[in-house]
């Protein structure tokens, strides 16, 4: 298995979130997988920027342990 | 700590004299270095009372715990200092070259105190550590200083220089330290104790070896951080314009949304920080007109600052010491007032707002003109920008007049009379002179009815992210001994840390209405009380600001430093560990007379009156109350803000402050 952190934005389904925002999947999984389960259209996900580490990724990326997910960015300080 | 050098360095101006002391292990252990180690120096040495300006303040140069070890963005050093801006503790932290010059001389830190007869500069390599006549170097701007200092060096190496311009030499009380010919230590009032002690510059050309208990593991945790930013860029069809359109919809919003650290890094590869100036006005982040506006005052607002007519320019990427981001970068700006100036470093977002929306100017070329004026100067923008917006107004309502400005027609957006008042500033003429200390003296000079026009924090003018928008950040601006700084810490801050991944009691932030974050509760304090101490430990590492917004899980700080110190220590031990540096600074503060809960919002950056119209319409923050909360959190008295005898036995302070560094 392997966790990984996800900050899902307003509308979809945390249910296979924990607490503190990380998802179980299994070995091989793929962030089509993370998409499924949030229940967000991959139309979507592609307009709100999903990347993985801070990359934006397309769905059939592979996914590793400890991978960060997200859909937008926004920038303080300077 | 084997990371550090075990020695401090002591400097007195008066006499000349030169020491290296030894540092006890213990205080490493309790505090890091950087404003840890700082703030132990300090507390200890700079009697209560003392002037900022004279012989008995303290100027200190600190580096970081994890500079030079191989742990990617940790090469920030530190000013330390009692304030002559605020009359309390002051700090400015810096990146360019000059941190891992401190440790290559053999100390973690260099502390001045006295006042020397004629301007001297302190010049240090493996095999020569002596004061320097500067007369020659007196008067000149920073970045022709740091050339022609470079160049006195003894030995081959290119020597780091930490160099003050004419603000500095001017007493200016919001003057900064600058590096690398644009990189500035600016907050403060740094630059102006430099300039008191008659001190132009801190010339390092060391080349001691910087060590570490774990080479392999610090080494491993690199690799990984730079295979992922290296991965992060934006797309090439993604242009900078599409921010300030997420701004609009972000300001629209109900919600607010905690955001994943890891997003940042590839805006700030490509863009820099100058990517978040119209997407942080459309959203309410970004003051406009004195903090009194709203978006649409500000002159094609998507058009001017779009952040690719800045990237157009960029002529090189600029990387500090040991970062693999590069957020800054020079820029061409041969074609302004007649080629004065061939270049500039890449204006920080801060710098954009302050002399762009804030003053309601959309000519982003006097802002890359006013950039470079004021590295050279060593003056920070964020205070100058603000006090150009408080003289604007002034002069709008009646409160200065012609006469004052000796003619200038002191309006929103006219940016030929902002760069002369700019200009006026820097060598202390006309109105410049009553300018170029900031608002809270501005209004000694032009009265008191003008203090609703002066915003400032304890002394401080605030940095260029609104109160209203992120009430957390409000709490952060009131009660950080060095009040008015923008990057200790905000709610923004705290979703993209995800501080609660390290941290047992840090409350995990999720989706929520924006409302619920005006309404003061134990659960933001909490988390304003996390931020503000593992900012602590950031800089105790030398660590910077954007690798602590990528998140503890993309910049592993705890990592770094357990394997750096040979330690097993938890993240609350590490929280710990920042609690006790931020009291530290806190009792530095109350033993020179500031009573934190004195120092408030001005008026309009709460909110009362609350904007009638723009993403912050009706808003009004409660800044007050939730700071009682936050010092609750801390362990201090929530009504006075003074850290309560249990916390400061129980963070085993007092054993901390006896003792002592020792000749060595």
């Not at chain 2, 590869?269 to 500000?298: C, E, L, Y």
């Not at chain 2, 690798?547 to 592993?556: A, E, F, I, S």
């Not at chain 2, 249990?646 to 402050?657: D, G, K, R, V």
Request: net charge neutral; charged share 25%; hydrophobic share 40%.
């Amino acid at each position: 298995m392997i966790r990984v952190r996800v900050t899902a934005p307003p509308g979809c389904s945390r249910r296979k979130l924990d607490e503190k925002g990380w998802m179980e999947l299994p070995d091989g999984a793929r962030l089509s997988d993370v998409l499924k389960a949030l229940r967000m259209p991959k139309l979507l996900a592609r307009l709100l920027m999903v990347s993985i580490n801070g990359a934006v990724a397309s769905p059939d990326t592979e996914l590793a342990d400890g991978d960060s997910i997200a859909f937008f960015s926004m920038i303080s300080g300077g | 700590m084997k990371s550090c050098m075990g020695h401090i360095l002591e400097v007195d101006l008066t006499d000349g004299t030169i020491v290296k002391k030894k540092v006890p292990e213990l205080v490493y252990d309790q505090v890091l270095s950087g404003k840890g180690l700082g703030a132990w120096y300090l507390y200890k040495h700079i009697p209560p009372g003392a002037d900022p300006l004279g012989a008995d303040n303290i100027i200190g140069f600190v580096s970081g715990a994890l500079t030079g070890t191989g742990a990617l963005m940790c090469g920030r050093w530190m000013v330390v200092t009692k304030s002559p801006l605020t009359g309390g503790w002051g700090d400015a932290n810096c990146g360019g070259n000059f941190s891992p010059a401190i440790k290559q001389c053999g100390v973690d830190a260099i502390f001045f105190k006295g006042i020397s007869e004629k301007p001297v500069y302190l010049y240090m390599d493996d095999g020569v550590c002596e004061l320097r006549d500067a007369s020659e170097y007196w008067g000149m701007d920073a970045v022709e200083a740091e050339l022609k200092l470079q160049e006195s060096k003894s030995g081959k190496r290119k020597p780091a220089v930490a160099v003050i311009g004419t603000a500095g030499e001017n007493l200016s009380l919001i003057a900064g330290v600058c590096n690398e010919g644009g990189r500035i230590a600016a907050r403060s009032g740094v630059g102006a104790v430099m300039g008191s002690k008659k001190l132009k510059a801190v010339v390092l050309a060391g080349s001691q070896k910087i060590d570490c208990v774990d080479k392999e593991k610090v080494k491993e945790l690199s690799k990984d951080l730079a295979a992922k930013v290296k991965k992060a860029y934006p797309p090439g069809v993604m242009k900078g314009r599409i921010y300030g359109t997420l701004g609009k919809v972000m300001g629209t919003l109900p919600l607010s949304m905690p955001l994943d650290g890891p997003t940042n890094v590839a805006p700030l590869r490509k863009w820099g920080t100058s990517v978040n100036t119209v997407m942080a006005v459309n959203m309410g982040d970004g003051p406009v007109k004195n903090w009194g506006g709203v978006p649409k005052d500000v002159p094609a607002l998507a058009k001017s600052f779009d952040p690719d007519k800045i990237l157009v320019r960029e002529t090189k990427k600029y990387h500090c010491y040991a970062c693999p981001l590069g957020c800054g970068g020079v820029i061409d700006i041969s074609d302004i007032n007649d080629g004065e100036f061939a270049h500039t470093h890449k204006p920080e977002y801060e710098t954009i707002e302050a002399f762009g929306p804030l003053l309601l100017n959309n000519k982003l070329e006097s802002i890359f003109y006013i950039n470079e004026l004021l590295n050279r100067a060593g003056m920070d923008s964020i205070s100058a920008g603000n006090t150009i917006a408080y003289a604007i107004e002034c002069f709008e309502n009646g409160l200065i007049d012609k006469n004052e400005t000796g003619g200038l027609e002191l309006k929103w957006g006219n940016d030929q009379d902002i760069v002369k008042l700019v200009k006026m500033m820097v060598v202390r003429e006309g109105i410049g002179d009553k300018l170029a200390d900031g608002v809270r003296k501005a209004v000694e000079h032009f009265g008191p009815e003008t203090a609703k026009y002066a915003m400032h924090v304890g002394g401080q003018e605030p940095g260029m992210h609104d109160s209203r928008f992120d009430p957390q950040l409000a709490v952060h601006f009131m009660t950080e001994p060095a009040p008015g700084k923008h990057t200790i810490g905000s709610g923004g801050m705290y979703g993209n840390m995800a501080l609660w991944d390290i941290c047992s009691w840090a409350p995990t932030a999720k989706p929520h209405p924006k409302k619920a974050d005006h309404i003061p509760n134990e659960d933001i304090g909490i988390a304003s009380c996390a931020t503000a101490c593992y900012s602590m430990l950031v800089d105790g590492a030398g660590g910077c600001y954007y690798g602590q917004l990528m998140g503890v899980h993309m910049w592993k700080l705890i990592d770094y430093l357990n394997a750096a110190a040979g330690w097993e220590r938890t993240g609350d031990e590490f929280l710990e560990m920042g609690k006790r540096i931020q009291t530290l600074r806190h009792m530095f503060n109350i033993k020179h007379g500031i009573k934190p809960a004195d120092r408030h919002l001005p008026k309009r950056m709460q909110g009362d009156p609350p904007l009638r119209s723009g993403p912050l319409k009706n808003v009004t923050t409660l800044a007050d109350q939730q700071a009682k909360y936050h010092w609750q959190a801390m362990g201090y008295d929530p009504e006075t803000g003074i850290p309560k005898e249990e916390t400061i036995e129980a963070l085993n302070i007092p054993s901390l402050l006896a003792l002592e560094a020792e000749v060595i």
